[in-house]
């Protein structure tokens, strides 16, 4: 084998181990970029959740007791069955 021919060889090897490596490279900043994002994802969830559970119960009572003004009627005469236990 001539010089040339292992010059050649060694360089591509090297051109090869630099792909891999700039590969790998991305695939490592994509994963984190996406990690990052979720995280920044579940933060708002969370914000979103506990600003409905603050004001959700004074939103439940409401409804709950307009709901049963509305059937109060209907509960208060029943429908005439007797249920036994």
Do not use: W
Not at 16 to 29: F, G, P, R, W
Not at 30 to 55: C, G, P, V, W
């Amino acid at each position: 084998m001539s010089r040339f021919e292992i010059v050649v060889g060694v360089a591509g090897i090297v051109c090869a181990v630099v792909s891999v490596k700039n590969l790998i490279s991305k695939t490592i900043a994509s994963r984190k970029a996406k990690r990052i994002a979720i995280q920044a994802n579940e933060q708002i969830t969370e914000q979103q959740l506990m600003t409905t559970l603050r004001s959700s119960p004074d939103q439940i009572y409401e409804e709950f007791h307009r709901d049963l003004a509305r059937a109060g009627g209907i509960f208060a005469r029943g429908d005439g069955k007797i249920l036994i236990s």
